[in-house]
């Protein structure tokens, strides 16, 4: 009798704990999906065009995943001096259960990128992930990239136009609170194997084993000071 009693209350905490973690799930997967749409709206009103086919939701129990399909962002003209777009066929937006200070993004499948008056551009990576942490102190503050086997491509090109990179890491660093004027960002890019297209004329020659870059540079930067919205 009481080995039967110690099995019901075993089992009435598991189905507890499960409730309360489904319950979680539920609402970091809804925060994140909800967390898109208002940026996608401040982007929208700041006169950007930002497009998605659907959103399907997974990860249970201990990472609420989001899979945009078919995303295009475009705009651009009054930030950057000229239009821009970009085409991914799948992003992956993923928020820990255990680490809800950081949302990883995960592009996948052929990117387009198109810039001014210059072709589409078709990027594609071996692994590409961006992570944004410092989301429960007033905003990302901390932005990393981490990509291997970088290819880019401009579209009807040769092959060998193409410029290849086995490895490249950056990260972008607010050295201020978001949204604060003027905002100030530290960039730090390294890359590792870089392969220049062929017609590329410069004094390393067209094979670069390695570049480092860090640079500071002040805003204000709307796209930057709209990443606050995401939780």
Partial sequence: MRRRRWIAIAASVLCLLLAMVSAAWNIATQQLVLSFDHWAADMRRAGWTVERSRIATTGWPFAAIAELSNLSVSGGDATLGAHAEWRCPTLTMRLGLFRPNSIVFEPSGTQTVTFGPMPPVAITATRAVVIASGLLVGGPNDISVEISGLRALPMDAAP?????????????????????????????????????????????????????????????FPLSQRIDKWL
């Fill in 160 to 220: 060998d136009t193409a410029l290849t990179v086995a490895a490249l890491k950056a990260t972008m660093r607010d050295r201020n609170a978001i949204g604060s004027t003027p905002a100030s960002f530290v960039w730090t890019i390294k890359a590792d194997a870089i392969q220049l297209p062929t017609q590329a004329k410069t004094p390393l020659g067209r094979t670069i084993a390695a570049l480092s870059v860090e640079t500071t540079a002040t805003g204000p």
